[in-house]
């Protein structure tokens, strides 16, 4: 075969990429020469964000009880706080709480037990006592801790009897410190547009309310013991009273309720297992709720509306709430973004703190729960209706 050269053209094009193929090796490119820098300059780029300010303080936290809530939900949310952080613990189990201070960077020496809770006083780093024990235990431990000079929230229910509450609202007053009840959903925006959706009666005004909040609790447990102040009225069952309060903006003036208590099941030697009690508000609002701890799982809320309903289901769980709304035939199925309960609870409280304000569950919030709750044992005890003094629920 004869020989032949190759096609200039081609030629050229070999030519070229070879030359394009040195100029990347070398880092040279389109008029890009030696002096062109391969790292940036050391002039800070135009866009880069700062600060542009101190940052937000901390406040600092005494979480008291390392149960099941604190171990569990409390503690793990300060990860996601921007205005708190734990910096003391109390607890009967020292051991355990040398592993908990150890895993959230806990000074040793902050580790207190309950002869020694009232030395808190002598702490700078602690701005805020958490009480998360046993509802007998809540009325004591937050006294002590407003006498000992902190700020202090408590769980819910605030305390085993209105005279409790009354006293603890008096401490608070005389210590001049905040006192806060954890009442979570105060502070997430599902039930937060739901009290805004009422509130401007959104869907008419409201007839009735059903809620159900029942779990299977299984022994040993402190919810079944009636010294520790157990009972599914005051544990699960206040967030149905407390939602009531929070729809309707009112609070109850008559109250029924029944008991069950099963004889064939241990569990249920000292408290109910199951209570259904109806709430009656002036304006006529009539509430129908339910609170078992030996039942299948029902964390719920309907709202019945002149012209809508407003349901939330789960209403009362730690994450992963529903909300719908109903209009003739239109369902809407609504969409916002999730929070940390506890974390939003605590900031919410730090800012008070801070800056303060009052809360926006204060004491006064939980005595009017606990009115309530004893107007039910009461009634569940008496087989009679119980009439409340009305007083208007605070702005919420």
Same mark, same amino acid.
């Given at each position: ?72 939900? $409390? ?13 003391? *613990? $109390? ?8 592993? $908990? ?18 030395? *808190? ?72 547009? $739901? ?202």
């Amino acid at each position: 075969m004869p020989h032949t050269s190759p096609d200039p053209s081609r030629r050229r094009f070999v030519q070229t990429a070879g030359s394009l193929g040195a100029l990347l090796a070398g880092g040279h490119l389109l008029g890009a020469d030696k002096e062109t820098p391969l790292a940036p300059p050391n002039k800070q780029p135009d866009d880069l964000e700062l600060p542009k300010g101190p940052q937000p303080r901390k406040t600092g936290w005494a979480i008291v009880g390392l149960g099941t809530l604190a171990l569990g939900e $409390v503690l793990p949310a300060f990860a996601q706080c921007k205005l708190s952080r734990p910096t003391a *613990l $109390v607890s009967g189990h020292p051991e355990k709480a040398k592993k $908990v201070a150890a895993g959230y960077g806990i000074n040793p020496k902050h580790i207190y037990d309950y002869d020694n809770y009232d030395k *808190l006083a002598d702490n700078p780093d602690v701005d805020v006592i958490y009480i998360i024990l046993p509802n007998s235990m809540h009325a004591e431990y937050t006294i002590r801790g407003l006498k000992a000079g902190k700020h202090v929230l408590c769980e819910k229910p605030m305390a085993v009897s209105v005279k409790e509450c009354q006293e603890m609202i008096a401490a608070s007053e005389e210590a001049r410190k905040k006192l806060m009840i954890a009442y979570r959903l105060h502070y997430e925006p599902f039930n937060r547009r $739901v009290m805004e959706l009422c509130a401007k009666k959104a869907f008419g005004p409201i007839r009735t309310i059903s809620s159900s909040n029942c779990q299977n609790v299984k022994a040993p447990n402190i919810r079944l013991s009636k010294k520790l102040g157990g009972g599914p009225v005051g544990d699960v069952g206040i967030y149905s009273i407390n939602a009531t309060r929070y729809i309707t903006r009112e609070e109850p003036i008559e109250v029924s309720a029944f008991a069950q208590q099963p004889k064939d099941d241990p569990r249920f030697r000292e408290v109910p297992e199951s209570v259904v009690y109806t709430l009656r508000f002036p304006s006529g609002v009539v509430a129908s709720c339910d609170c078992s701890f030996g039942s299948a799982p029902s964390r719920r809320y309907r709202i019945h509306c002149a012209k809508g309903l407003i349901d939330m289901d789960p209403a009362f769980s730690y994450n992963g709430l529903r909300l719908f709304l109903e209009e003739g035939n239109k369902r809407e199925d609504v969409r916002l973004e999730e929070v940390n309960h506890f974390a939003a609870e605590m900031d919410h409280f730090a800012a008070c703190v801070q800056h303060d304000r009052k809360p926006h569950t204060p004491g006064e919030e939980g005595l009017a729960d606990m009115r309530v709750i004893e107007a039910i044992e009461e009634s569940s005890r008496t087989g009679k209706s119980v009439h409340l003094e009305h007083r208007s629920a605070s702005k919420r």
